[in-house]
């Protein structure tokens, strides 16, 4: 539908595929109707100019009008911002205007997909826009921060420069607000376009269902081998996961940022979900703050738009120390409890090794809701590993009797057959099993429909 606010004309050269939102308006930005991997967004895009525009009001009006008339036609959002703040010759004005978009954005949240693209600079009132993004692609020689350089150092006396302050790598690493990193513009857009294939156009419509090529009940033998003999040994989860997603298709978000969870999107059975997994090579699989805010950021995304949830559980519990408990541990590791507790999507859950203390419940236990939860078979679910409890339980006791007890309590409380006898696992499985079971999981879920109750919104600990 086009709406009286935002004439849809088609601009110069374009053809008719590629209209454009207010084309008239003056300034460094163009908002565009089209089609991006043969998906229909809306388009608004800075100039390619070096250096980098200042945001004017009227580039505001622009981007508002894009934003608006992406979520009247309910299609994706696609912003890619090159600027260098807002103009400071016309005072008020582009900060208002900023606002302004930043508002309707945040109407677009849970609506419409929205992604951002990063390709030159992102300063001031533009970078805080990409908090708003469900996924921020950032090319290599982009740079982003709320304050510059000189800033910093009047406020602080510390002389950095913007490579330093807010490269894509910085933004990537050590703030997580790159998902991905590209060489160039181009390589950006064929991101989204790739990233799209998992979304729908907008939360109310069922996410799009691909060509099943790689069929739902193969068998992974692979998976016997990959787990190391010591149960405290390292493997590459993503060996995992990529063993049980559909062939080629997982997608990780974030890689660089909190490297002991693994965020990525992919599908099962032609079906878009994501999948969540503790990173046993990363901190060992600890989750600690970081992993949390990231865990939970993708999980709404994916609840928000029906994207079906995968756990891999293999963490000994939440990373120990002052440093983290003072950082507000408490309200960040619930922000993940948050997130899993009122996803209403199809959640399956599979234990691979450990799963120890209240990281145990918040990677998506079945007290926490989730519809399917698996184990292998030699997967240890407790409050925590033979060892710990022995520390704790038979301090002072002699070797002996440590080791007697350590045998005693990993065969009575440890094994995943006494949480299945319990409830609080569905099935116990052979790895190589585990495609076949997560798959017809998952198709079994398909018409899951799950209500919240009807109030404005819960109090997420932020």
């Known amino acids: ?90 005072g008020i004005a582009p900060l208002a205007g900023w606002g302004a978009v930043a508002a309707h954005m945040t109407r677009a949240s849970g609506l419409i997909p929205i992604f951002a693209i990063v390709d030159g600079p992102a300063v ?17 020689d982009a740079y982003a921060f709320v304050n510059g350089p000189m800033m910093v150092e009047q406020f602080t006396g510390v002389a950095i420069d913007k490579a330093e302050l807010g490269s894509a790598a910085m933004m990537s690493s050590h703030a997580g607000v790159g998902a991905v990193v590209v060489p160039r513009r181009r390589d950006a857009v064929d991101a989204v376009g790739e990233l799209l294939a998992y979304f729908p156009d907008s939360a109310s419509v069922a996410p799009p269902r691909h060509d099943r090529h790689d069929p739902a009940d193969r068998l992974c033998p692979e998976l016997a081998d990959v787990l190391p003999e010591s149960s405290s040994g390292g493997y590459d989860v993503r060996r995992v996961a990529e063993s049980i997603v559909d062939d080629g298709s997982l997608y990780e978000v974030r890689s660089g940022w909190a490297t002991n969870v693994v965020t990525a999107f992919a599908t099962i059975d032609g079906r878009p979900i994501g999948v969540i997994a503790n990173q046993p090579i990363a901190l060992a699989g600890t989750l600690d703050i970081l992993a949390s805010q990231k865990a939970a950021r993708f999980v709404n995304t994916c609840d928000a738009f029906g994207l079906g949830l995968l756990t891999l559980v293999d963490t000994p519990g939440f990373y120990p120390g002052k440093d983290l408990e003072w950082r507000g ?17 199809p959640r399956v859950c599979v234990v691979l090794r450990k799963s120890y203390g209240g990281a145990y419940i918040v990677m998506d236990s079945k007290t926490m809701g989730n519809d399917v939860c698996l184990a292998w078979p030699w997967s240890e679910l407790a409050v925590m590993g033979a060892g710990q409890a022995a520390a704790i339980l038979r301090r002072g006791a002699d070797p002996d009797e440590t080791a007697a007890f350590i045998e005693d309590y990993s065969e009575r409380l440890l094994n995943p057959y006494v949480a299945a006898e319990r409830g609080f696992v569905d099935d116990v499985i052979e790895p190589h099993e585990t495609r076949q079971r997560v798959a017809a999981a998952f198709e079994m879920l398909a018409t899951k429909r799950e209500a919240l109750p009807r109030r404005r919104h819960g109090n997420s600990p932020l």
């Not at 533009?126 to 950032?138: C, E, I, K, S, Y």
């Not at 309200?331 to 999507?345: E, P």
Request: glycine fraction near 10%.
């Open 329 to 345: 541990m408490i309200r960040h590791g619930a922000q993940l409890v948050y997130a899993y507790g009122q996803a209403t999507v």
């Open 1 to 90: 539908m086009s709406i009286s606010a935002d004439p849809i004309v088609p601009t110069s050269g374009g053809g008719t595929d590629r209209l454009s939102v207010l084309a008239r308006v003056p300034g460094n930005v163009r908002a565009d109707v089209c089609a991006i991997a043969g998906r229909k967004v809306v388009l608004v895009e800075f100039d390619e100019s070096d250096p980098a525009p200042p945001l004017t009001s009227e580039m505001t009006t622009v981007m508002g009008a894009g934003v608006t008339h992406a979520i009247n036609e309910a299609i994706p959002f696609v912003l890619i911002v090159n600027s260098a703040g807002a103009d400071v010759r016309e």
């Open 124 to 140: 001031s009132g533009p970078a805080l826009l990409l908090g708003l993004a469900d996924v921020v692609v950032m090319t290599e």
